[in-house]
């Protein structure tokens, strides 16, 4: 029975994808070795490395404006410590959107003064704040585009004097976007990407330096860049498979053809949300993520119901987050329409039981 994945993470990947690293994970381009078991500085895996940098700055159209690409180890959790330690000097602001938002700061409180512009805390973050100011003399300001747990997502970005920070881990390469606005963007690969083990970050190289403190190798990002994104051994299926769903991504058109696809998705889903009478949709409606749609069951005591008929459809990796509860449809790039339909035909269905 076909299985329609909607896992928030690690999540749904192309087939293809999936067919060539499994290839590959035996017989690396027939050369008779594995490709995780070939010297990561060997040239097969270096040109891996290069080709999905460079693809990666490609499909967010910024080569050659001063970006370079890393993919490193420690998922963006590392990545709220690491933009710290590079690029905070005295103060940075911070919007509290989420939970993710909310650990951002948390570590970043280790090392300075941390503000937050503005916070949607008090509605259980199910709203993007707005309408709020970036003091000019902060060193940065971060926020994050999607709020994987609660369904929301920024639809806009602020204009600011200082450098932007953002953690894409869930909506990257999904949409369009001036990509060129944002400073640094981080982003764990395992949604729109790849497996977990690798985080993509995408720097402007003039906004680092600046910082009088010592960083550590490991957690500093011109080590990193200096060494090709292979100042230690990095995650090479990761990387592979990574760079493998850049290529599909291209092939498909880049992310402007993608983006049209995952709008017919949203709307498909939100659709069906608004006009059952049986669910009931988590983020405000301005404010909801076409990558993860949130929704609560009415009546409780259709639950069984539901989620019997949920499995007898193979939907898989449907349930929302404890702190938000109900139903979480993650529709990520690879998801396919179809997948979609088949979840509405049975909330459809569920409806015409009730």
């Known amino acids: ?20 690293a499994s290839q590959a994970v035996v017989d690396l381009d027939n050369s008779g070795l594995s490709l995780i078991e070939i010297s990561h500085r060997s040239k097969a895996f270096v040109d891996i490395m290069e080709k999905a940098r460079a693809l990666a700055l490609e499909l967010l159209g910024l080569e050659g404006k001063g970006y370079k690409a890393l993919f490193l180890q420690g998922g963006a959790s590392t990545q709220f410590l690491m933009v710290a330690l590079n690029l905070l000097e005295k103060r ?26 503005a916070s949607s805390k008090d509605a259980n973050y199910n709203y993007i704040p707005k309408g709020y100011d970036i003091p000019s003399d902060y060193d ?7 709020n994987t747990i609660f369904g ?15 953690d894409m881990s869930s909506d990257i390469f999904s949409r ?35 910082v009088s403190r010592k960083i ?28 493998l769903t850049l290529e599909w991504l291209k092939n498909l058109g880049g992310i402007a053809a993608i983006e049209k696809e995952n709008e ?31 929704f609560t069951l009415e009546n409780e005591n259709l639950k069984e119901t539901f989620e019997t008929m949920l ?33 509405v035909e049975v909330m459809s269905e569920l409806e015409s039981k009730a």
Not at 1 to 20: D, Q, R, T, W, Y
Not at 140 to 146: G, I, P, R, V
């Open 311 to 343: 499995k007898e459809a193979g939907i898989n990796g449907l349930n929302g987050h404890r702190s938000v509860g109900g139903y979480r449809a993650s529709m990520y790039n690879a998801l396919p329409l179809d997948s979609v339909k088949v979840l």
């Open 176 to 210: 369009t976007l001036d990509f060129s606005q944002f400073d640094l963007i981080y982003a764990g690969a395992q949604k729109n990407m790849g497996p977990a083990g690798t985080t993509l970050v995408v720097i402007k190289e003039d906004v680092l330096g600046k």
């Open 140 to 146: 940065y300001f971060h926020c994050t585009s999607n």
């Open 92 to 117: 940075a602001g911070y919007l509290n959107s989420g939970t993710w938002a909310a650990k951002s700061i948390k570590e970043a409180k280790i090392y300075d003064d941390i503000y937050e512009v």
């Open 152 to 166: 929301t997502q920024m639809k806009a970005f602020p204009k600011c004097d200082i450098p932007l920070i953002c």
């Open 1 to 20: 029975m076909k299985k329609h994945n909607f896992s928030a993470g690690p999540c749904i990947l192309p087939p293809e994808v999936l067919l060539k």
């Open 264 to 294: 017919k998705k949203a709307r498909l889903m939100y659709s069906e949300i608004d006009l059952n009478p049986l669910f009931k949709g988590f983020a405000t409606k301005e404010d909801r993520s076409e990558m993860n749609a949130t």
């Open 216 to 243: 550590p190798s490991m957690m500093d990002y011109k080590v990193h860049l200096s060494k090709g994104s292979m100042f230690n051994t990095p995650p090479v299926f990761a990387v592979y498979t990574s760079m």
